[in-house]
């Protein structure tokens, strides 16, 4: 599965919760707490859709997230 660009959404949604259809593109709901919009979703037919957090503002990131290998681990702070 690529990466998704979801930047666009930023000027609309900024600070919101938004549901996704499962081709990850239509937004089908959104709100401002996570309860609201599942309770939303759920009314549109939605039960188990994408959910994202749009940022409060946009931030620059580079990099790459990798999530078998945390950036900090007890036992390796040690050595």
Do not use: C
């Amino acid at each position: 599965m690529k990466p998704k660009d979801w930047t666009h959404l930023h000027p609309q949604y900024a600070g919101k919760w938004v549901a996704f259809a499962e081709d990850r593109e239509s937004v089908v709901a959104d709100a401002k707490t996570l309860k609201t919009l599942m309770k939303r979703a759920s009314k549109k037919g939605f039960k188990n859709p994408i959910v994202f957090k749009v940022p409060q503002e946009m931030v620059p990131y580079v990099g790459q997230v990798n999530h078998r290998f945390p950036i900090y681990s007890p036992s390796v702070s040690s050595i």
